[in-house]
């Protein structure tokens, strides 16, 4: 494949050309439909004749459907655009860089999600539509998959859609918070998270219905309850555990944390945070809260940890937690992607 590439490169420059213009506006339909010709003009720096000339071909060959509401892609365009996915990484080095980066953190897998020019969130809606395709991918018939809350990973689960195709489904296969409330945005605390995805995939769903910190004899008699010992039990023999990584101040914040305590806890190095453990830079705990689901103990232990992120904000914070377990894949932005590989190159 590279060594024909390569030819096609310096022999029809002008088709490896069109090719990466028609595959950036097909991607960019899919991750933001329904989108108008002007913003989508706009957000690839296009003409808008050539995006005219460009969507009468796509339209023509019923890659993409246009309506009064936006063009949106259809299911043979999903198809192709999932072809040229592969074919797109080896031409725009994507490969290459996920291969590379890999190898440097010494984890099992990298995914990145190709550069697009658009706003954080379609940045972020790229990587979460990653991080759903890797998922179903990988998915195993009986897997028990306990995943996080927060944005990243709501639209995790909107895209986690099972293939029509798909026979034998995955209607054994458990979905888990892995942790209890957190905040009062209901959307994104991970029960809610967890039975979206289930009611996508049409699988199991196991919840945790209680608040994420609790202490003393409210803290036993809560994890005595059956259902929540059960869930708990579940956890610990997770077989893929999905998560996101955050910001120390920006989750303190979530938690309802006072502006004083906040400062202290950055005074004290926290530059991220995961599972209820606030870490710095050195990945060394400098504190933990007494949350209900997946500790930093199981997380080190888990078979197929999966992190996702865009922006490269969160890049410090992942080199801090990664070298804790490298039992991992990274499911990640162009941008963030090589800002880890110049920070540990």
Partial sequence: MKSLIEIQKKIIPQAIELMEKRYAILRQISISQPIGRRMLS??????????????????????????????????????????????????????????????????????????????????????????????????????KVAIAGGTTMRRIAENLVKDKDNEEG????????????????????????????????????????????????ARETLMSIPDVRRTLDHLRVSDKVVFSIGRADMMARRRGMSEEDIKALTDKGAIGEAFGYYFDKNGEIVMKLNTVGIDIEMYKNAKDAIVVFAGSEKVESFLALYKLNKNLTLIVDEESAKEILNRIS
């Avoid at 720096?45 to 993409?64: A, P, Q, V």
């Fill in 42 to 143: 706009n957000i690839l720096d296009l003409s808008e004749r050539t995006t005219r000339t460009e969507i009468d071909f796509l339209k023509e060959k019923n890659l993409i459907n246009i309506a009064v509401s936006g063009m949106t892609i259809t299911e043979e365009g999903k198809e192709i655009l999932e072809r040229l996915d592969g074919v797109m990484g080896e031409i725009m080095g994507i490969s290459d860089l996920e291969v590379k980066l890999r190898d440097k953190l010494g984890i099992n897998y990298v995914v990145i999600s190709k550069n697009v020019n658009g706003t954080e969130d379609m940045i972020a809606e790229g990587v979460a539509k990653c991080a759903a395709k890797y998922i179903l991918k990988n998915l195993g018939p009986h897997d």
């Fill in 170 to 217: 995955f209607e054994d296969v458990i979905l888990m918070p892995t942790r209890g409330s957190v905040g009062s945005e209901i959307e994104i605390q991970a029960n809610s998270i967890a039975a979206l995805a289930a009611k996508n995939l049409g699988a199991g769903v196991e919840f945790l219905y209680v608040p994420d910190e609790l202490d003393g004899s």
